[in-house]
């Protein structure tokens, strides 16, 4: 009766363990992807472009979704849109909690017609 026990206490802590390191691996994703409608569209050098509150605003979410991941920052900004080609790249800035600039590298993986598939650095 003990042995089955036991085997239930380390299957359950298992599983705990596996639930808890899938839901973390999914809320701390830097990728993102985003439509490219007629309200978080602007023009860059000719070229469709993600606004940049859009992609300041995402970064930021997403930078410190939990507290054992990234570390939080704050007024993110990003100097431009970000041009849905596939391979552009801008750095967005922001304030850590000590007040120091931060950089944010961002490049896009995937562009289309209607959406932009792009990622962040932490």
Known sequence: ?????????????????????????LLAGTESNTG???YSTVT???????A???VATRTQNKYHPLPW?????TGVTCPTGLKAVAGTTLT??????DGKTVSIPVRVIKAGAK???WKFER
């Open 52 to 54: 940049p509150s859009i």
């Open 1 to 25: 009766m003990q042995r089955w026990f036991l085997v239930g206490v380390v299957g359950g802590a298992t599983a705990v363990v596996a639930v808890g390191g899938l839901g973390t691996h």
């Open 36 to 38: 490219l409608g007629e």
């Open 92 to 97: 967005c800035t922001g304030k850590d909690s």
């Open 69 to 73: 991941i990234g570390e939080q920052v």
């Open 44 to 50: 860059v050098d000719g070229h469709k472009a993600l």
């Open 115 to 117: 959406s932009i598939t």
